[in-house]
Structure formats: structure tokens, C-alpha cells
């Protein structure tokens, strides 16, 4: 094993353990902070295929803000401390099966198919992203601000009260 | 630059929904008593001025890839195109606000930009030409459709089916971009042309992955055409969404997923051989399908006969023609792909219609159930004699145009050969089964005695026109059909360069 596999595996292991403490926290307040973790794995493993600009994204977006947004919003909320959240586990035996048989056949699917690949060293990926956004791919980032908006109203619309409409 | 530009000028249905949802956005900001009639009127021209430019697309012919082959411009999507522009006018016009009593004392500057929201997004869809678009477009329509359910917003049922549409819809959005994430590590290009010349060399290696693929991306345009076995959200968000959404869901969003699929399967897992296209690659993706479709007609009709509630029973009824519909796109000719456009113009009109009459008797009456349909031909003649046309026209009753539209999709799974008799058989037995609860909600109306204390309905002139319009629709077209054959046939043009 080479070191990039030693870092992907500590990287790996935080993303996948930090994830299940999410899901299945009886606290809010945990879930959110082990979420940190399962940000910061991800990034990592971002950086571990060569996309750059991605981790940084991530970091700065879901690390910095998103997760900070959701910390606030549960520790502002009231009475969110006593709150102890029900995990209810129906159907387990029949459920991790299918998960199962679900894993075997992408992990062999991942594993015997001859992936055409590049034999490239990782580049700085943040120029070319740019150019591609403002030339190949400008209807999709000119679509995704469209989305952006529409998601805006829809938020908007169902917070609002009703008697305010 | 001169990409764009070019591109521009063959996007300008597009550009006018984006510049009209836009000014209904601000115009509803500035607030004023007069601001409701005037983000409705906006909305209405800028459907009206989409509606033409689309009409001149499909005139001109125009085809070729734009803005970089993300987007493609055919006579095929110019029809995509004007049928989801005219579904959004129709609902406009025609179903709010007045005549939705669940919309009543809700603000409208939200509901119409949302509604040209999802227009602008269907148009995307029905357009898209590369994976990037493909996800980006399908996921901009499922949004704009899960936030336009929870309109309602003090309704629970409204929230609930907000809610479980969007639960549904991220599982099944979610397995499709790792479908089409696993397409492109095989073929290494997120263009479709690009990725058809790619399956046609072949992928060398096991095929595991090819397979996962294929079937996770069916798992996508099953959810969005609502399709067995991704149809459980259908009934609960048909039912909890306010009834002009329902009726634009049920058609538009379909039709849109039904345009993507139509250029995914033809132009990107088929080769075009004159008149029909072969299977390109390993996939035998028109298995699949078959058996999707029988499963969704059956299910839906079945299901349909034991519904009370009218907006339940036109949700199953609605996944039926869905499995009616995927004939077209089994049957892998241009006669199939010319039937799917016949039967989604049929079903337009039939489906927005039955809802209308839905929604005109839940203003008067304020009741969604059967049950509390009795006696409504003593009290509303015109409705009800409109209500049995259309669910005539969905049986499949000549000469109405639901039954062209099953004439066609019937005919181009016979013209397929011997082999395919007995899933036109299916089709047939399952016609018959949808004759029964269509025909209940008819003897309900007709011939139920009861509510013989209550008055009868005063429809409003305007309700009155549009149940004409619709009934029309269904009545008239076989007249001058030789033309809407024609249009539908020169319509059948895919364009599949990058």
C-alpha cells in the first residue's frame, strides 16, 4: 500500500463512521456534529482524486456554511436539547438483505467492469471548471441559477404564514 | 460567442418563459391591490408568446444541437414543446383562480411563476441532449412540482403529498444520476450522440455495469412518468395537491419525461435504420420496458376501479395511460414514436377535461368524492354531458380522440410482428377494465338517484366556454384529422448529431 491508499482508507473509514453516528444519534446535537466529520472526509477524499476545487467548494460551503447554518438552527431552537429522537428500526432482517445483495452487486459491478481511464496526472482544476461554466457548460450554469431562484420562492411561499398571503 | 448567439435564436421559447417568470416575480414584489390581475395577465402572454415561437420552431423544422450540444432543436421536441406550453396555458386560463376553490385567498404571484417555472423546465427536459442538462432539467421540474403540491399550505393532505413526492423523488432522481454517472465512467462523454457512438462499438468487458445503468436511469423516468412499480407517490400527491396542480401534473411533467425518454432510448441506446431503429448494444431495454408497461396499465386500472374519490381515480386512471403510452416507445419505429405524440395530444385534452369538470363540481359542491355525485345531470346537464364525452374519449370510444390516440400506440405494437400480439391483447383487456369505472362515474352522474334537495350548479359563462372548448377537442379533431396525422408525422424527426 502506498500512502495516497493509507489516506484514503483513514478518509474513507471517517466518511462512513461519522455518516452511520448521523443516522443513528439519538441527539440532534450529535448527528449535526459528527455531519462535520462526514464533510470533512468527503472533502478529503476529493482531494484524493484530483479535484481540487471541489474540496475547496465543500469545505467552504457545506463545512463553513451549511453545517454552521444547522448548528445554529438546532441549538435556537427551543427545547431542542430534551428532544430525543426515534430511530425505529422496522424490518431489519429483510431490510439489510436487500441492502446487502444491493452492495455485492455495485461493489462487483465497480470492480469487474474495464473502466476506459485517462492516464493523467491531477491538474489544477479550477481554471478549466471556469472556462467550461462560461462557454460548454453555460446553459447548465445559467439553468442552475434559474433553479436557485425557483427554489427561493418555493422556501419563500412555505414558510410564509398563511394569513400573510 | 457566436455559438450563443446562434443558440439564442433557436431558444427563444425559452428565453421568453425565463424573461416572463422573471418580471411575474418582480411585478408581484411591488405589491398593490391590481398586482393579481397583472401577474396573471403577464403570465398568460408570456405562455401565449412561448406558445408561438414554439409553433415557429416546429413550422421552420428547425434542428441541430445548441449551446454547445447541450440542448437539442427538432421537429420532435418543437412538438414536446407546444404540447407543454398549451398544457401550462390551458391550466391558467382555464382552471385558476376563480374556478379552484382550494386556491381561493392564496396569493398568485408564487403559483404563476412556479407554474412558468415548471413550463420552462419541462422544455429543458423535453430538449436535453446531454446527461449534464438531462439531471439538471429533471430535477428543476421534480422541485418546481414538489414546492407548486405544497401550495396548500394550511392542508395537511397538501404537506403530506409534498412531502412524499419529494422523499420518492429523491430516491429515485438519486439512483438516476448513479445510473448516469455509471454511463459516463463507461463511455467517458456526458453528450448523448457521444455516448450512442460509444455503445454502438460496443463496451468491452462484463456488461454488469451497462445493465445497472440502463435500469437505474429507468428508475428515473419511471418516477417522473409515474410508472409501476414508481408510481406509490402518485395517488397520495394527485389527491393532496390543489386540483389545477394535479391536472398539470398529470400531463405536462409526464409529457415531458416521456420526450426524454423518446430521445434517450431512440437516439442514444438505438441506431436509426429507415423507418425503425435497431437496438444499439447489449441492452435489451424494450424487454424491460414491455414488462413495465403491462405492470402499469394493469396495476392502474385495477387499482382505479375500487377509487371514490374522483382525484384518486383519474391518478390511477392516469398511470393506465402511462403504460398505454410506453407502447409507443417499445414498438422502437417512427410508427411508435408518431403514436406517443398522438396519444399525449389526445390525452391533453380528455385528462384536462375530466379535471376541469373535477374542479367546477368542487366549487359548487365542495366535495371530491363520488359518492356525492348523484343527480349532478338534473343539475348540471352541460357538465355531466361534457364529463361523459371525455371519459368516453379515455375509454377509447370512436370517434372521439382518445380513441385515435389508442388506434395509433395499438397499431404500432401490431406493426412490430406476431411476436407482439399478445401485449396489444394486453392493451385491449386492459381498455375493457378502465370501461368499468369510467362508465360508473357515468351511471353515477346519469342514472344515481340522490341530492335531489340541492340546487343546480350555476356555472359561470366562462366554465360554461371552456367545457365546450374542451368537449371540442375531443369531438372535432377526427375531422380534420388527416392534418394532425400529418403534423404528428412530420414531427417524428429526430435530430441525434452532437
Same mark, same amino acid.
Given at each position: 500500500?502506498?500512502?495516497?491508499?493509507?489516506?484514503?482508507?483513514?478518509?474513507?473509514?471517517?466518511?462512513?463512521?461519522?455518516?452511520?453516528?448521523?443516522?443513528?444519534?439519538?441527539?440532534?446535537?450529535?448527528?449535526?456534529?459528527?455531519?462535520?466529520?462526514?464533510?470533512?472526509?468527503?472533502?478529503?477524499?476529493?482531494?484524493?482524486?484530483?479535484?481540487?476545487f471541489?474540496?475547496?467548494?465543500?469545505?467552504?460551503?457545506?463545512?463553513?456554511?451549511?453545517?454552521?447554518?444547522?448548528?445554529?438552527?438546532?441549538?435556537?431552537?427551543?427545547?431542542? *436539547?430534551? #428532544?430525543?429522537?426515534?430511530?425505529?428500526?422496522?424490518? =431489519?432482517?429483510?431490510?439489510l $438483505?436487500? !441492502? @446487502?445483495? %444491493?452492495?455485492?452487486?455495485?461493489?462487483?459491478?465497480?470492480?469487474?467492469?474495464e473502466?476506459?481511464?485517462?492516464?493523467?496526472?491531477?491538474?489544477?482544476?479550477?481554471?478549466?471548471?471556469?472556462?467550461?461554466?462560461?462557454?460548454? *457548460?453555460? #446553459?447548465a450554469?445559467?439553468?442552475?441559477?434559474?433553479? =436557485?431562484?425557483?427554489?427561493? $420562492?418555493? !422556501? @419563500?411561499? %412555505?414558510?410564509?404564514?398563511?394569513k400573510?398571503? | 460567442m457566436?455559438?450563443?448567439?446562434?443558440?439564442?435564436?433557436?431558444?427563444?421559447?425559452?428565453i421568453?418563459?425565463?424573461?416572463?417568470?422573471?418580471?411575474?416575480?418582480?411585478?408581484?414584489?411591488?405589491?398593490?391591490?391590481?398586482?393579481?390581475?397583472?401577474?396573471?395577465?403577464?403570465?398568460?402572454?408570456?405562455?401565449?408568446?412561448?406558445?408561438?415561437?414554439?409553433?415557429?420552431?416546429?413550422?421552420?423544422?428547425?434542428?441541430?444541437?445548441?449551446?454547445?450540444?447541450?440542448l437539442?432543436?427538432?421537429?420532435?421536441?418543437?412538438?414536446?414543446?407546444?404540447?407543454?406550453?398549451?398544457?401550462?396555458?390551458?391550466?391558467?386560463?382555464?382552471?385558476?383562480?376563480?374556478?379552484?376553490?382550494?386556491?381561493?385567498?392564496?396569493?398568485?404571484?408564487?403559483?404563476?411563476?412556479?407554474i412558468?417555472?415548471?413550463?420552462?423546465?419541462?422544455?429543458?427536459?423535453?430538449g436535453?441532449?446531454?446527461?449534464?442538462?438531462?439531471?439538471?432539467?429533471?430535477?428543476?421540474?421534480?422541485?418546481?412540482?414538489?414546492?407548486?403540491?405544497?401550495?396548500?399550505?394550511?392542508?395537511?393532505?397538501?404537506?403530506?403529498?409534498?412531502?412524499?413526492?419529494?422523499?420518492?423523488?429523491a430516491v429515485?432522481?438519486?439512483?438516476?444520476?448513479?445510473?448516469?454517472?455509471?454511463?459516463?465512467?463507461?463511455?467517458?462523454?456526458?453528450?448523448?450522440?457521444?455516448?450512442?457512438?460509444?455503445?454502438?462499438?460496443?463496451?468491452?468487458?462484463?456488461?454488469?455495469?451497462?445493465?445497472?445503468?440502463?435500469?437505474?436511469?429507468?428508475?428515473?423516468?419511471?418516477?417522473?412518468?409515474?410508472?409501476?412499480?414508481?408510481?406509490?407517490?402518485?395517488?397520495?400527491?394527485?389527491?393532496?395537491?390543489?386540483?389545477?396542480?394535479?391536472?398539470?401534473?398529470?400531463?405536462?411533467?409526464?409529457?415531458?419525461?416521456?420526450?426524454?425518454?423518446?430521445?434517450?432510448?431512440?437516439?442514444?441506446?438505438?441506431?436509426?435504420?429507415?423507418?425503425?431503429?435497431?437496438?444499439?448494444?447489449v441492452?435489451?431495454?424494450?424487454?424491460?420496458?414491455?414488462?413495465?408497461?403491462?405492470?402499469?396499465?394493469?396495476?392502474?386500472n385495477?387499482?382505479?376501479?375500487?377509487?371514490?374519490?374522483?382525484?384518486?381515480?383519474?391518478?390511477?386512471?392516469?398511470?393506465?395511460?402511462?403504460?398505454?403510452?410506453?407502447?409507443?416507445?417499445?414498438?422502437?419505429?417512427?410508427?411508435?414514436?408518431r403514436?406517443?405524440?398522438?396519444?399525449?395530444?389526445?390525452?391533453?385534452?380528455?385528462?384536462?377535461?375530466?379535471?376541469?369538470?373535477?374542479?367546477?363540481?368542487?366549487?359548487?359542491?365542495?366535495?371530491?368524492?363520488?359518492r356525492?355525485?348523484?343527480?349532478?345531470y338534473?343539475?348540471?346537464?352541460?357538465?355531466?354531458?361534457?364529463?361523459?364525452?371525455?371519459?368516453?374519449?379515455?375509454?377509447?370510444?370512436p370517434?372521439?380522440?382518445?380513441?385515435?390516440?389508442?388506434?395509433?400506440?395499438?397499431?404500432?405494437?401490431?406493426?412490430?410482428?406476431?411476436?407482439?400480439?399478445?401485449?396489444?391483447?394486453?392493451?385491449?383487456?386492459?381498455?375493457?377494465?378502465?370501461?368499468?369505472?369510467?362508465?360508473?362515474?357515468?351511471?353515477?352522474?346519469?342514472?344515481?338517484?340522490?341530492?335531489?334537495?340541492?340546487?343546480?350548479?350555476?356555472?359561470?359563462?366562462?366554465?360554461?366556454?371552456?367545457?365546450?372548448?374542451?368537449?371540442?377537442?375531443?369531438?372535432?379533431?377526427?375531422?380534420?384529422?388527416?392534418?394532425?396525422?400529418?403534423?404528428?408525422?412530420?414531427?417524428?424527426?429526430?435530430?441525434?448529431?452532437?
Amino acid at each position: 500500500m502506498t500512502a495516497a491508499d493509507y489516506v484514503f482508507w483513514v478518509f474513507a473509514t471517517a466518511t462512513v463512521v461519522s455518516g452511520a453516528v448521523v443516522v443513528f444519534a439519538r441527539s440532534l446535537i450529535y448527528s449535526a456534529f459528527a455531519l462535520l466529520f462526514t464533510f470533512f472526509g468527503v472533502a478529503g477524499l476529493y482531494v484524493l482524486l484530483g479535484a481540487d476545487f471541489l474540496a475547496a467548494t465543500q469545505l467552504l460551503i457545506y463545512v463553513g456554511g451549511i453545517l454552521v447554518l444547522l448548528l445554529f438552527g438546532v441549538m435556537l431552537t427551543h427545547r431542542i *436539547y430534551d #428532544l430525543k429522537l426515534r430511530t425505529e428500526k422496522t424490518q =431489519l432482517g429483510p431490510g439489510l $438483505i436487500v !441492502a @446487502a445483495g %444491493i452492495f455485492i452487486i455495485f461493489a462487483n459491478a465497480a470492480l469487474i467492469t474495464e473502466w476506459p481511464t485517462v492516464g493523467r496526472e491531477p491538474a489544477p482544476t479550477t481554471k478549466e471548471i471556469g472556462r467550461l461554466f462560461l462557454g460548454e *457548460y453555460l #446553459l447548465a450554469f445559467e439553468a442552475a441559477s434559474v433553479l =436557485l431562484l425557483v427554489a427561493l $420562492i418555493g !422556501a @419563500a411561499m %412555505i414558510v410564509r404564514r398563511k394569513k400573510d398571503a | 460567442m457566436e455559438e450563443v448567439l446562434r443558440s439564442l435564436g433557436l431558444f427563444k421559447p425559452e428565453i421568453a418563459l425565463t424573461a416572463g417568470l422573471l418580471l411575474v416575480v418582480i411585478v408581484d414584489s411591488i405589491g398593490g391591490a391590481w398586482r393579481n390581475g397583472a401577474v396573471r395577465i403577464l403570465s398568460i402572454a408570456t405562455l401565449a408568446v412561448a406558445l408561438g415561437y414554439a409553433v415557429e420552431l416546429q413550422v421552420a423544422g428547425a434542428q441541430g444541437a445548441i449551446f454547445s450540444g447541450m440542448l437539442t432543436v427538432d421537429p420532435l421536441g418543437s412538438f414536446f414543446k407546444i404540447i407543454l406550453v398549451l398544457a401550462s396555458l390551458l391550466i391558467i386560463t382555464a382552471f385558476t383562480f376563480r374556478a379552484a376553490r382550494e386556491l381561493h385567498g392564496l396569493g398568485q404571484g408564487e403559483f404563476h411563476a412556479l407554474i412558468l417555472a415548471l413550463t420552462l423546465s419541462n422544455l429543458l427536459l423535453a430538449g436535453a441532449n446531454d446527461i449534464v442538462m438531462l439531471y439538471l432539467a429533471l430535477e428543476m421540474v421534480s422541485i418546481t412540482s414538489y414546492v407548486m403540491v405544497a401550495y396548500l399550505k394550511g392542508d395537511r393532505m397538501s404537506n403530506e403529498a409534498s412531502l412524499k413526492y419529494l422523499l420518492f423523488g429523491a430516491v429515485s432522481t438519486g439512483g438516476m444520476l448513479y445510473g448516469l454517472s455509471l454511463l459516463y465512467g463507461l463511455t467517458g462523454t456526458t453528450s448523448l450522440p457521444g455516448i450512442r457512438e460509444v455503445l454502438a462499438t460496443g463496451v468491452p468487458g462484463p456488461q454488469l455495469a451497462l445493465y445497472l445503468a440502463t435500469l437505474l436511469i429507468v428508475v428515473g423516468f419511471g418516477f417522473k412518468i409515474a410508472a409501476v412499480p414508481f408510481h406509490f407517490w402518485c395517488p397520495d400527491v394527485y389527491q393532496g395537491a390543489a386540483t389545477p396542480v394535479t391536472a398539470l401534473l398529470s400531463v405536462a411533467p409526464k409529457a415531458a419525461g416521456f420526450g426524454i425518454a423518446v430521445r434517450f432510448f431512440f437516439g442514444t441506446f438505438a441506431v436509426p435504420v429507415t423507418g425503425t431503429w435497431d437496438l444499439s448494444g447489449v441492452i435489451d431495454w424494450q424487454l424491460l420496458l414491455v414488462v413495465i408497461s403491462v405492470a402499469t396499465m394493469t396495476l392502474g386500472n385495477v387499482a382505479a376501479l375500487t377509487q371514490n374519490n374522483m382525484k384518486r381515480l383519474l391518478a390511477y386512471s392516469s398511470i393506465a395511460h402511462a403504460g398505454y403510452i410506453l407502447m409507443g416507445i417499445v414498438a422502437l419505429s417512427d410508427v411508435g414514436a408518431r403514436s406517443l405524440l398522438i396519444y399525449l395530444f389526445a390525452y391533453l385534452f380528455m385528462n384536462l377535461g375530466a379535471f376541469l369538470v373535477v374542479t367546477l363540481v368542487h366549487l359548487h359542491d365542495g366535495t371530491f368524492d363520488l359518492r356525492d355525485y348523484p343527480g349532478l345531470y338534473r343539475r348540471a346537464p352541460l357538465l355531466t354531458l361534457a364529463m361523459g364525452l371525455f371519459m368516453l374519449s379515455l375509454i377509447g370510444i370512436p370517434p372521439l380522440v382518445g380513441f385515435l390516440g389508442k388506434l395509433y400506440v395499438f397499431g404500432a405494437v401490431v406493426n412490430m410482428g406476431s411476436g407482439y400480439y399478445w401485449y396489444a391483447a394486453v392493451g385491449a383487456v386492459n381498455a375493457a377494465i378502465a370501461g368499468f369505472y369510467y362508465l360508473r362515474v357515468l351511471k353515477v352522474m346519469f342514472i344515481d338517484a340522490g341530492n335531489e334537495d340541492k340546487p343546480p350548479l350555476k356555472l359561470a359563462f366562462v366554465d360554461r366556454a371552456w367545457l365546450l372548448f374542451f368537449a371540442a377537442a375531443n369531438l372535432l379533431p377526427v375531422l380534420f384529422w388527416s392534418r394532425i396525422d400529418e403534423w404528428a408525422r412530420g414531427a417524428v424527426v429526430l435530430y441525434t448529431g452532437r
